[in-house]
Antibody, heavy 121, light 106 residues
Framework: EVQLVQSGAEVKKPGESLKISCAGI????????IGWVRQMPGKGLEWMGI????????RYNRSFQGQVTISADKSLSTAFLQWSSLKAADTATYYC??????????????WGPGTLVTVSS | SYELTQPPSVSVAPGKTARITCGGD??????VHWYQQKPGQAPLLVIY???ARPSGIPERLSGSNSGNTATLTISRAAAGDEADYYC?????????FGTGTRVTVL
């Protein structure tokens, strides 16, 4: 059974840095794309980006390029999403998502429970 | 960039059929996936590749895709179908989600 175990909720101040994590269990971590989807309070789903852990090939939504960094540690079977300087507008739930091996017609087969990030002064 | 448009809300009586549309330019040439998100929960893949169902998804949920519109159909609607539904495609090296539709069973 595929499981995505995400790190716990965070409360941060504007300007602080943050790195949240997602451990992938029960599937071939290095051979499946893994990524992140943002959901702001009361809003829809926004794809942020994905990474292929085997070679660290990373694809970003243009809207998030330069705003966040997606990475993965093969030895830990864990993916990360990080910010260097948070803004109040980053307040959202962040879902870890896993798809298949190929990008053609890519879909998100499995979702983590979400990590709530609150940024407030 | 590619855009997917969904109606904000759809209401359906118990036991009846609800249809949720997802509009996009020539979407019929793309593979459409659908997700169900119940309140306080993570989304769940319910339809992939236009009309295929993952294991465990009831046959009451079905999908179709042609021309400029993809459709998710919920037959014999029940209270447990109340949720937000999102369509999604992969286009130009990016995942695109629809605007989302809230389904109310009343």
């Amino acid at each position: 059974e595929v499981q995505l175990v995400q790190s716990g909720a965070e409360v941060k101040k504007p300007g602080e840095s943050l790195k949240i994590s997602c451990a992938g269990i029960g599937y071939s971590f290095t051979k499946s794309w893994i990524g992140w989807v943002r959901q702001m309070p009361g809003k829809g789903l926004e794809w942020m980006g994905i990474i292929f852990p085997d070679d660290s090939d990373t694809r970003y939504n243009r809207s998030f390029q330069g705003q966040v960094t997606i990475s993965a540690d093969k030895s830990l079977s864990t993916a990360f999403l990080q910010w260097s300087s948070l803004k109040a507008a980053d307040t959202a739930t962040y879902y870890c998502v896993v798809g298949g091996r190929a990008l053609l017609n890519f879909r998100f087969d499995h979702w983590g429970p979400g990590t709530l990030v609150t940024v407030s002064s | 960039s590619y855009e997917l448009t969904q109606p904000p809300s759809v209401s359906v009586a118990p036991g009846k059929t609800a249809r949720i549309t997802c509009g996009g330019d020539n979407i019929g040439s793309k593979s459409v996936h659908w997700y169900q998100q119940k309140p306080g929960q993570a989304p769940l893949l319910v339809i992939y590749s236009d009309s295929a169902r993952p294991s465990g998804i009831p046959e009451r949920l079905s999908g179709s895709n042609s021309g400029n519109t993809a459709t998710l159909t919920i037959s014999r609607a029940a209270a447990g179908d109340e949720a937000d539904y999102y369509c999604q495609v992969w286009d130009s090296n990016a995942a695109v989600f629809g605007t989302g539709t809230r389904v109310t069973v009343l």
